[in-house]
């Protein structure tokens, strides 16, 4: 009698028999489930789950990544059909990520932080006169010493747009990290990444890396956000601030080149008519052209920066319908504009509003931000007792001094077919300070 085969437990690499396995790689990445490999989940406070699960997503990446292999499509198998075990679908590995990755730690505030910013803003409006406007929900995630201190925070900053994505747009919640419905935690996220590089999003951005993310500490930026949203079909943007020697550089904490397209004027997607974004070839340079002279000659008579860039930012969160009736102060506005990852180089955090001041017959501009620096609990300590929130949130438009600022944004709309081809070339749009 013939002795029955062994094959390698995806999660420990332990061989057990064909027959104790129950299941095939398929199964097991989609729904997790199987007699031996069930055993690595029944105590989750045993500390060997997180060795299991470094395993088992190490085994998702494969190594036919590791020697090179790329796939061209989510359903492509990769290149080396004989590999046996180690040629794997991408689909494979998008399924195995779904049923393995982890919910990400945060502080929860009870009452939510946007609500109470709200509340805090609507205070001090009994002072002086301003607009301000907000993003919806946004969740804060701080870096910890245990975790990223000192390199996390454009994984911060991602997992700070995507609380508002998941949260206020039903579209992005059904398709973001194969519909979870939660914020993956950092080591889920550079998976994510990974699969997004190998499926050929940001192939300049990903050679940096090697094509290779997942467990170092290597700073990201807006290019590696943009490319990880884009591969959901998420229309994430991006806009370059810089001095005109810069134009036709994409600027990175790594200054990579790229495509950059030149505008005069900050992006106003809002109170300037485009064509729908279907309808729209985002890789084609006239779609970012200004056509308002009065706009265009505004600013370049003007050599303020940050006038150009607070612009741009009150632009992005304000519509004709939000803004009608300017008299009407004081107020704070909800609107469901998703934040904006803000980068700058050394540091990156996420603008959640923008306020709008008047003094004397002039305007005047305060940035609000999340800092992954600072700590939820004082954020949420010093807005409960509406003292000293002021300096974790607000940035005058004076404390930008950096000659280079990049911004990630998010379109409305999931993006299909064609649109995805195109947005795997992440190119940027220019806007000179």
Request: hydrophobic letters at 35%.
């Amino acid at each position: 009698m013939s002795m029955e085969s062994t094959v390698p437990c995806p999660f420990c690499n332990i061989k057990v028999l064909r027959s104790q396995l129950e299941c095939t790689l398929e199964f097991v990445a989609n729904f997790g489930r199987c007699r031996h490999a069930n055993s690595h989940f029944e105590d989750e406070e045993d500390h060997q789950i997180a060795n299991d699960r470094q395993l088992a997503l190490q085994f998702s990446s494969s190594s036919s990544l590791n020697n090179g292999a790329e796939a061209t499509s989510p359903k492509s198998q990769t290149d080396g059909g004989d590999g046996g075990e180690d040629s794997i679908h991408v689909d494979d590995k998008i399924s195995c990520l779904m049923a393995l990755q982890m919910r990400s730690s945060f502080y929860d505030v009870k009452e939510g932080l946007m609500p109470l910013l709200k509340r805090c803003l609507e205070l001090e409006l009994e002072s002086h006169k301003s607009v301000t406007v907000l993003s919806g929900v946004v969740n804060h995630f701080q870096s910890t010493v245990s975790e990223d201190i000192g390199w996390g925070c454009g994984w911060r900053n991602i997992q700070m747009l995507c609380s508002h994505l998941l949260t206020q747009r039903a579209d992005a919640r059904q398709v973001l990290f194969g519909g979870c419905g939660f914020v993956p935690d950092i080591p889920s996220l550079q998976r994510w990444l990974e699969i997004a590089w190998e499926r050929g999003f940001d192939e300049l951005g990903s050679n940096h890396f090697n094509k290779k993310i997942y467990g170092s500490t290597n700073w990201i930026g807006t290019t590696e956000c943009a490319a990880l949203l884009r591969s959901f079909g998420i229309r994430a943007r991006i806009v370059d601030f810089g001095p005109k020697e810069l134009k036709s550089l994409y600027f990175s904490v790594r200054g990579a080149k790229r495509k950059a397209v030149q505008v005069y004027g900050p992006m106003d997607r809002y109170l300037h008519p485009r064509k729908h974004p279907q309808e729209q070839n985002f890789s084609d340079p006239s779609v970012c052209e200004y056509t308002d002279n009065l706009l265009i000659n505004d600013f370049t008579s003007n050599t303020d920066r940050q006038r150009i860039l607070a612009h741009w930012v009150w632009n992005y969160f304000t519509d004709k319908s939000l803004l009608s009736s300017e008299s009407a102060f004081p107020r704070v506005i909800v609107s469901d504009i998703a934040p904006l990852y803000f980068q700058h180089d050394g540091h990156s955090r996420t603008i959640v509003g923008i306020q709008k001041h008047q003094r004397d017959g002039k305007h005047y501009y305060t940035l609000l931000i999340l800092d992954p620096a600072h700590k939820t609990a004082a954020l949420e300590r010093s807005l409960n007792e509406n003292s000293g929130w002021q300096k974790f949130i607000k940035r005058g438009m004076h404390t930008l001094q950096k000659l280079q600022y990049q911004l990630c944004y998010v379109d409305r709309g999931i993006a299909g077919g064609v649109e995805v081809e195109q947005l795997k070339t992440i190119d940027s749009i220019f806007c000179e300070l």
